[in-house]
T-cell receptor
C-alpha cells in the first residue's frame, strides 16, 4: 500500500448522520492535513494536525492521529448534503532547513450525503 | 479572505507546444508549490520553491518543466514541449512556513488539455 491511503473509497450516508474516513501512511511525518475537493474544483484545506497532537476539532470536524499506528481519522458530524465531496488526507514531510513541506496525498474518499 | 489565484482556469494546447501556467500566491507566504492531478488519480507533488530557487522536486518534474517567480507576486510553471500525458489539473499552493506546521493553501487549479 502507498503513503496516505484512505478508506473507505466511497461512503454514502443520509443527512444528519456522521461520516468517518480513515487514512493510513507509512513514513514519519511532520503533520497530516485533510482536504476537501468538490468535483473538478480546487482543494480546500480543512484541518491540520501536528505529529505531537492526538486529536483536534474544528466545527463539525474531528481529526485524530495515532502516530504509533500511522493512521488518522476524520469525523464529520451531523452531515449535510453540501458536505458531498472527495476528502483527501495529505501527509507533510519537510526534508530540509529551507524546504517547503511536500504533501503526499491519498486516493481520497468520495462522500455522498443524501438529503 | 486571501486566496491563491490561478490563471487560466482551462487551457487547451497542441502537443509539442509550450504552456505557462500562472499563479498568484497569498502575499505573505514564503513557500510555493505546484501539484498536478491526472483525471481520476491522486494529487501528486511536482516542486517546491523558496527564496527564489527550487527546494525540492519530484521525479515527475523533469527537464521539460521549469518554475519562475518573475516578480513579487507571480509564480509560474512552464512546460516546454507538452505531451498528451501532461493533460491534468495543475494546482498551485503556498504556505507561510511549513517548518512551523502551517497548512498549504491551494488555488482552484488550471485544467490543461493537450491534444
Amino acid at each position: 500500500s502507498q503513503q496516505g491511503e484512505e478508506d473507505p473509497q466511497a461512503l454514502s450516508i443520509q443527512e444528519g448522520e456522521n461520516a468517518t474516513m480513515n487514512c493510513s501512511y507509512k513514513t514519519s511525518i511532520n503533520n497530516l492535513q485533510w482536504y476537501r475537493q468538490n468535483s473538478g474544483r480546487g482543494l480546500v484545506h480543512l484541518i491540520l494536525i501536528r505529529s505531537n497532537e492526538r486529536e483536534k476539532h474544528s466545527g463539525r470536524l474531528r481529526v485524530t492521529l495515532d502516530t504509533s499506528k500511522k493512521s488518522s481519522s476524520l469525523l464529520i458530524t451531523a452531515s449535510r448534503a453540501a458536505d458531498t465531496a472527495s476528502y483527501f488526507c495529505a501527509t507533510a514531510v519537510t526534508p530540509g532547513e529551507t524546504s517547503g513541506s511536500r504533501l503526499t496525498f491519498g486516493e481520497g474518499t468520495q462522500l455522498t450525503v443524501n438529503p | 479572505e486571501p486566496e491563491v489565484t490561478q490563471t487560466p482556469s482551462h487551457q487547451v494546447t497542441q502537443m509539442g507546444q509550450e504552456v505557462i501556467l500562472r499563479c498568484v500566491p497569498i502575499s505573505n507566504h514564503l513557500y510555493f508549490y505546484w501539484y498536478r492531478q491526472i483525471l481520476g488519480q491522486k494529487v501528486e507533488f511536482l516542486v517546491s520553491f523558496y527564496n527564489n530557487e527550487i527546494s525540492e522536486k519530484s521525479e515527475i518534474f523533469d527537464d521539460q518543466f521549469s518554475v519562475e517567480r518573475p516578480d513579487g507576486s507571480n509564480f509560474t510553471l512552464k512546460i516546454r514541449s507538452t505531451k498528451l500525458e501532461d493533460s491534468a489539473m495543475y494546482f498551485c499552493a503556498s504556505s507561510v512556513n511549513p517548518r512551523h506546521g502551517t497548512e498549504a493553501f491551494f488555488g482552484q487549479g488550471t485544467r490543461l488539455t493537450v491534444v
